[in-house]
Every structure is written in C-alpha cells, then in structure tokens.
C-alpha cells in the first residue's frame, strides 16, 4: 500500500477530540513551556493537579534524581480550585482540549471540584487523582481499594457530565481490580501510570534524600511497568486509556499505542527536553509514512505474542 494523504494522527479518548495522541501529564507541564514551542499543538493539554484550596505542599527537599528517573514529593502544591480558575483564560487560548486533575481528601469534595470545573464550561474532561504517593489523605490509599475507588467515582459521575478519565496507581498487586471498578462506577476512561513509591538515602550524611522520606518514581526507569499494565488494564476493561510512565521519543508512544493506549502522555521527559512533545508529534507522521500506517487508531492494542 503506498500511502497517497498525510496519516490520520486524530484520536477519541472517551469524547475528548484530540488532533493527536500526544499529551503531557499533570505536574511535569506547564504554561511556562510555551517559550519552548507553540503548545497548540498538542493532543490535549494536562494542568499540575488541583484541590479545593491551595496547597503549599511538603517541605523540601522533594526532588532528587535517580537512574533514569527521579523521586519526587511535591505533595500536590497548586493555587487551589478558584486560583486555577483564573488561568483558564490562558489555557483556552491554546485552542486544545484541557483535562483537569483533582485531587481530594474525600468522595464528596472531588465531587465538588468536578461541579465546579464544569460550571466554567472551559474544560474538556476531568481526570480523578486518586493514585497520588504523597499526601496523607487520600491519595494512593483511594486508588489501590476497589470499593473507595468506585466510590468516589461514582460520586464524582453524579456531579459532571464532562468525560471523566480515572488515574491509577501501579503501587498495587492487581491493577486491573481497580480499572475494573472504576469502569463499572461510570468512569469513561482511564490514566495509568501515576508513580512508584519509592525511597533514595544520602550515604554521606546518613539521611533520607527527601524530607518526606519516600516519594514517586518516575520517568524512563518506570516504562516496562507502565506498558505492562497498559496492556493488562486494555484486556480487562472496554473503556480507553491514557498511557504514560517514562514517555521519551515516538518509540515509547508507538509502544503505549500498541500495548492498547488511545493516548499518551509524557512526564519526567519534559524537564529533560522541554520540547520533546513538539518532537515526538512530528516524529509520529514520518514513523506511520514509513510503516505505511494511514491512521495512528489502527496501531492501538494491536501487539502480538512472539
Ligand atoms: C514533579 C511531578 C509532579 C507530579 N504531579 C502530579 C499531579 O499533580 N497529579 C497527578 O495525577 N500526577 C502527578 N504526577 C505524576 C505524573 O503525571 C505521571 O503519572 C508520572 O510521573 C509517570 O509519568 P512519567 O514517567 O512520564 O513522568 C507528577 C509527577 C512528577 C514527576
């Protein structure tokens, strides 16, 4: 087949029109990249998550690198629901879908933050964080038990009618228990991976690197855990997903697609390359022109046994 058009790079996730696959994940994106390239053209766009009032986060240090990766312990820092508001104006200009990341101590405040994002009439999708290492309410502890899971899935359906996307955590022995609850309780797709629980020690001084002592790993390190739970999580449930851990080039977005990802977003990579999305997104048409693939829909899932 000789391909006579460009390659359709337009994908659906769960009613978000996305012109590509290409997204970034909340918290390791901003506004700010806009010196680096025009951020229109990305598949959809991430703010750092938010709560219902600002949050200054935990004490530093909070970042430290590690083999291709880093842990870090943020702990949710953001300006709060009506301080978020008020930067809406800008991310509407970039003329791309803007999904919103919440994070909540309880079913009901989610549900809260859900009613009133979609009040603004701004946005185009709400992604539940319920998979977040380092806060102590809420958080990882939601997103690794089924039943709170669905709870506040449920709850937050109740208040929106935006699509919603639920963030898994991998800190967990079977995540498709969770992507399966979430399903069942009206969420319309799903995000994975949030990061790793992990720790990091400074041998000179004998202490933790972090004053929160553990924090989430993440970055190229975490790539074969989070296309392996893709894959998993896209034979257990019919809804979408958005896939991401350790995103670096188009491989790693070819590998998400085939492992059963719509979309993809990428992390840890853009404080290594601030312009690697603009990269990634030329480089996916050359990849489908080369392997004859006149659409990027028809790569997803499609991985075979050896
Ligand atoms: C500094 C930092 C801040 C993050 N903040 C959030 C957040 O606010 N909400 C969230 O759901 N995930 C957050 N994450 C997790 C990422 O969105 C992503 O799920 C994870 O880092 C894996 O992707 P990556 O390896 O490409 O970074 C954060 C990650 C990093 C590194």
Redesign the pocket.
Known sequence: MKLETKPKLEVNLAGIKMKNPVTV????FGLQHGQFFDLSVLGAIVP??ITLEPKEGNPTPR?IETAS??L?A?G?QNPGLEGFIDTLPAYEKLNTPIIV?I?AGSAEDYAKLAEKLTKTGKIHGI?I?V??PNVKKGGFQFGSDPKETENIVKTVRKATNLPIIT?LTPNVTDITEIAKAAESAGSDAISL???LLGTSINTKTKKFNLANVTG?L??PA?KPI?LRMVWQCYNAVKIPILG????ANVTDVIEFMLAGATAV?????NFVNPKVCEEIILGLSDYLIENKIDDINNLIGKVEKV
């Not at 994940?25 to 390791?28: E, F, L, N, P, Q």
């Not at 977003?265 to 990579?269: E, I």
């Open positions: 994940a909340s918290g390791t750092k998550g970042i990766g880093m870090n943020i949710l990341n994070s992604e964080n998979s977040c963030k991976i949030n990061t989430g993440s970055g975490v989070a991401m851990g350790g995103v977003a990428v992390g840890t990579y």
